[in-house]
């Protein structure tokens, strides 16, 4: 076996284990949340105990990230400029739902 070929193998098995841990990452969200759902949490409860579970997986995420070296700050430009139309989204919602009354918007939900 010569080094070309055992590099080849190395990297799909590399590429492989990423597929694989990748999966096993975003598989952490439902089971968490099926988590508190056991516990009895609802409501409130539930939504602060998810909510403070996802800022801190975001938070590590971009810790890992920033010290990786595929980082780039062109990418995090590119990032947060897909966030504006979100943010739009987000706004008109608001508005909308602030200028109807309560009955009509929860209907459209």
């Known amino acids: 076996m010569n080094l070309i070929t055992v590099s080849r193998v190395v990297d799909r098995a590399h590429t492989s284990t990423e597929w694989i841990l990748g999966g096993i990452a975003a598989m952490a969200g439902p089971l968490v949340f099926i988590f508190l759902l056991a516990k009895g949490l609802r409501g409130q ?3 602060k105990e998810a909510s403070l579970y996802l800022v801190v997986s ?3 995420l971009a810790i890992l990230l920033i010290a990786s070296d595929q980082f780039s700050w062109l990418d995090v430009a590119v990032s ?7 943010l739009l989204g987000m706004s008109i919602g608001h508005r909308c739902a602030t200028g109807s ?3 009509r918007s929860r209907g459209w939900c």
């Open 45 to 47: 409860a539930f939504t």
């Open 58 to 60: 975001a938070g590590l």
């Open 80 to 86: 947060t400029a897909a966030l504006l139309p979100v």
């Open 101 to 103: 009354p309560l009955r």
